[in-house]
């Protein structure tokens, strides 16, 4: 599985080179997973969001964490690493065979006690939970990020963080709807609602970040 979006990065290479070869490295076994996840073209978020994340985390404290999009469980095992052995980690994925995987790691990191794994669609799974989490990470199927964002923000901690991965396309979620290919359609119009619809919320403060395929960051007023 690869995500085409991460070869169309959306600053220049010398930017992108630094923040992926020379800030602060991954060791241990977290970091032979994410080298791995990398090798065998796994979606997980690029070295430029996981020092991001490290460094939000360092500032934010967060002791409970909620994920949509779980893949191989590299993400939710930075977060729980970065909280410390208090923090919680509820995780979402409804491919039981990246879930599979990612048991495994997470139980090869020692980390069963802080991470929680469910299995299904999170279509079907969020509305059954009940706040507050301090951190949300959205990195699903973007075409549901807008579905999904009223539950999110019921969730949220009313000084927690949302997080909403890959929302820039590759840098073409702008772009005229007429020069976007058929099967990206939906889905450019989908982020286009998303962050139309985030930026005239005017309970929100948020921002958009070029890391990776873009970050958009919300908080409550
Ligand atoms: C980009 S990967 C997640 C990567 C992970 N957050 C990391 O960085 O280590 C996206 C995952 O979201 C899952 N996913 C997509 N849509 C979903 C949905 N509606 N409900 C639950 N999981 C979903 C996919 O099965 C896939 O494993």
Do not use: W
């Not at 919680?88 to 929680?116: C, F, K, W």
């Not at 075409?143 to 949220?156: G, V």
């Not at 395929?213 to 919300?218: A, E, K, N, R, S």
């Amino acid at each position: 599985m690869h995500n085409e979006m991460m070869r169309r990065p959306v600053i220049k290479p010398a930017v992108l080179n630094f923040l992926r070869e020379q800030t602060t490295q991954l060791t241990g076994p977290l970091g032979e997973l994410e080298k791995k996840a990398h090798q065998d073209g796994v979606p997980v978020i690029p070295h430029e969001t996981v020092t991001f994340m490290q460094t939000l985390f360092n500032l934010q404290k967060p002791q409970t964490v909620l994920e949509v999009g779980t893949a191989i469980g590299f993400s939710a095992s930075l977060f729980a690493t970065c909280m410390g052995p208090k923090g919680r980690v509820t995780s979402i994925d409804r491919y039981p065979l990246m879930l599979e995987h990612a048991h495994e790691n997470i139980a090869q990191l020692g980390l069963e006690d802080q991470i929680t794994l469910l299995a299904g669609d999170a279509a079907d799974i969020l509305p059954t939970l009940t706040p507050s989490y301090a951190v949300i990470f959205m990195d699903s199927a973007k075409a549901k990020y807008l579905d999904f964002l009223p539950d999110c923000l019921r969730l949220l901690a009313d000084d927690g963080v949302l997080l909403i991965d890959d929302v820039l396309q590759g840098g073409t979620v702008f772009d005229d709807d007429a020069t976007i290919a058929h099967k990206n359609k939906a889905i450019h119009r989908k982020l286009n609602l998303l962050l139309t619809q985030v930026f005239s919320d005017t309970t929100l403060v948020a921002t958009l970040l070029p890391l990776g395929d873009g970050v958009l960051m919300i908080t409550k007023k």
